[in-house]
């Protein structure tokens, strides 16, 4: 016959989801919104300013350069003629040894049909095209290969001298690459500065979310006192609320007052009503005892049923589901319980071992965990052929708040697994001979319930059941 109440929960290795990592928290979390977003917002500022910046530097540079060529290009032309016998000349030197040095980076050029070029002393043996196709008495700007691969900023304009019928095509040109390294060591510098920006920005962000929401953490910490049983209302710790929270924190606490008396209330009314129903009911069994109609045997087994139930909620209406705040030593009660189970058990002479940290603390009531362990535990006793054992594993990781595991396993017949889940119906019972209500696991998995964890059935490494509860810890 299988084993009802007895059996004990789901092995150990049973996978658990998984809780979401740090990053993933932060991220959901409030803080981490305002911090992100804020910081978004900021990189962004960041980079269009810094675009607009780097563009404002790059243009007022090329504005200044093309400026100066415009300068020597007037300078040049200024100093330009034509002699009466109609040969272009200049009638002074252009006062700048820029343009005597070869490929030093400033270059002129003077150019027109029927006449070889005049060129500075700095082009050497190279020679800007003067494209005579494509005349332009404007100035205009262009960007075009030097010497010595160099890339020039480059001013032209066509121009009719006095005494003269011929176009002359005047060129001017500087090289870029000390235009261009001071813009990238500008970008370099922006860039630099845009960074130590936003990581100021950042550490700033940080400091004040982080400060703003302080009062919210208490309030959390609070809560958590509140729902550990540490304390009955908020306090918000030492710090004084801003105005904005005061409101908040007084209508939590008036909710808090309200659920106490609300669960207080009916609490009472449950035990008042199972109570009233507890004689009616033992009379009606009493005047059917001995009646073996078929009246009477329904009677029996639907007040019986009723009792159950009535059982049922009367010890539900009983369980705290609440922390103890200090915690209660969990290897000195399972001792305790185990030792009460075994001289119970009498002549079965059971072999009980309890393998537990004695550190490991429960985070709730004393009754509530009696009453856990008391289930379990005659359970296993009930239907085990001598041996009983114990394994409380404590469990931090990927988890919002400490748990533990207890696993109560015996070396019983077992239970198949298509039947266990039966076992924790209310009543449910797979083997009628043997005394009992059938409320046990019910009961175990309702307390359990209450303080977010839960309890699962399996097959024991003795070769019974094993029952595991999950519970939380300190």
Known sequence: MNPPENSAVADTSAST???????????GSLTGRLVISAVVWSFVALVVGGFVLSFAFRSYVLTDVDKRLELLLDTLVGISEVSPEGEF?????????????????????VSADGMAPLRSRSLWDFAFDPQHEQRSFS????????PDGQQ???????????????????????????VQAAINRFNWLLVSALAVILLTLTLALVLQVSYGLRPLRQIKRDLGDVRAGRTTKLAAGDMKLPQDLTPLVDEINGLIDQNDKLVQRARTHVGNLAHALKTPLSVIQNSVDGDDSEQGTT??????????????HLKRARIAGGG????????ERISKLAKAVSVIAGDK?????????????????KEDFDELMGNLLDNAATWAASKVSVVVVRKEKGLRRPMMDITIGDDGVGVPADKRDSLFDRGKRLDEQ????GLGLAIVRDIADMYGGDVKLGASTLGGLSATLTLPAK
């Open 17 to 27: 989801d998984h809780e979401p990592g740090k990053v993933a928290r932060f991220i």
């Open 89 to 109: 000349r200049f009638n002074q030197t252009l006062a700048d040894q820029r343009f005597v040095a070869p490929y030093s980076g400033w270059y002129w050029q």
């Open 139 to 146: 100035l205009r700007y262009s960007i075009a290969a030097g």
């Open 152 to 178: 020039l900023r480059l001013a032209e304009h066509d121009i009719i001298l006095p005494e003269a019928e011929r176009v002359f095509h005047y060129q001017i040109a500087t090289n870029m690459a000390e």
């Open 299 to 312: 009677i029996a087994r639907q007040a019986r049923d009723i009792r159950v139930h009535v059982d049922h």
């Open 324 to 331: 103890t705040g200090v915690g209660l030593p969990v290897s």
């Open 349 to 365: 002479k059971l072999e009980m071992s309890v393998d537990c940290d004695a550190g490991i603390m429960f985070d709730g009531e």
């Open 434 to 437: 043997v005394p009992g209500t």
